[in-house]
């Protein structure tokens, strides 16, 4: 069997209703990154940053799970082991379809995050910076997600895991943050093909083998198949 790392991005989750950042009327659109997902914007307005988050938190929780997430969870149980889902989206929505093991590189709206101590924990649906941290009792909690200018999560796990690629696959993504854009370079390197499956063709289409343009949720049963 063929090692298959697969990256998703907002637009699996655009069909369960759950916003993408840089379509027409996307998060980015609506607010600048610069108040409310880098630490300077959590240090200057901490309420403003976990309002933003609180809002996202309740959508994700009532979002479910698409056809393009329950394919990718089938292609993992069908390929024990050989099939890794690394994720830029903060939802649950993979778990939820029934794959596992997923890597959130940009942290998950679920967890919250000790500023302190660096202790984790569930969120509660509403936080806010007052709530104090479990492990230290500080009031320095915030979202775990991963910011602008901060450290992606398990690059080196991921960056093993693209140097052993067979296939690398794109979903729902347009390329345009990094380190995450420059996985299918990476996997390239390591004679990975490459497939991108996006509703237009990414920043980075360029890098791909194959760029199947389409919705996931009907694109991406079929390339499982
Ligand atoms: C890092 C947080 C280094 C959680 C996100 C200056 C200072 C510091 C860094 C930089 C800098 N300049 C550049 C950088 C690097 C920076 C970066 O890349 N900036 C860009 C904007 C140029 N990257 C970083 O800062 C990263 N960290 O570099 O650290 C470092 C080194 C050492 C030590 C310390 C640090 C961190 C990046 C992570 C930032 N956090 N999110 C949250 O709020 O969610 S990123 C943000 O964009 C989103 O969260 C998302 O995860 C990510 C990618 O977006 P996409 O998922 O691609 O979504 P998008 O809307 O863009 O696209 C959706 C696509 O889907 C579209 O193409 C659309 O056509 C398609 N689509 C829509 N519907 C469908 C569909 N496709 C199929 N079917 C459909 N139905």
């Not at 409310?36 to 933003?52: I, S």
């Not at 029934?98 to 679920?110: F, K, Y």
């Not at 980075?204 to 049963?221: I, N, T």
């Amino acid at each position: 069997m063929q090692k298959i790392v697969i990256l998703t991005g907002a637009g699996i989750s655009a069909e369960s209703g759950l916003g993408t950042f840089r379509d027409v009327g996307g998060i980015w659109q609506r607010y600048r990154i610069e108040d409310v997902a880098t630490p300077e914007a959590f240090a200057r307005d901490a309420d403003l940053v976990h309002g933003f988050y609180n809002a996202r938190r309740v959508q994700a929780a009532e979002a479910r799970p698409n056809a393009a997430h329950r394919a990718l969870a089938r292609l993992q149980a069908e390929h024990a082991g050989e099939v890794v889902i690394v994720t830029q989206n903060v939802d649950g929505l993979h778990e939820a379809g029934g794959a596992r093991d997923v890597i959130h590189m940009h942290g998950e709206l679920a967890r919250a995050l000790c500023a302190a101590c660096g202790g984790r924990w569930e969120a509660a649906a509403q936080m806010s910076v007052r709530d104090a941290c479990p492990d230290c009792g500080a009031c320095a909690c915030r979202p775990d997600v991963v910011w602008f200018g901060e450290m992606p999560y398990r690059m080196e796990e991921i960056l093993s895991h693209l140097a052993g690629a067979d296939i690398f696959a794109a979903i729902g993504t347009s390329g345009q943050v990094y380190p995450a854009a420059g996985f299918a370079q990476e996997a390239a390197l390591a004679g990975a093909r490459c497939v991108e499956i996006n509703l237009e063709p990414s920043a980075v289409a360029g890098d791909f083998d194959e760029v199947r343009q389409g919705r996931a949720s009907e694109v991406v049963p079929l390339w499982v198949a």
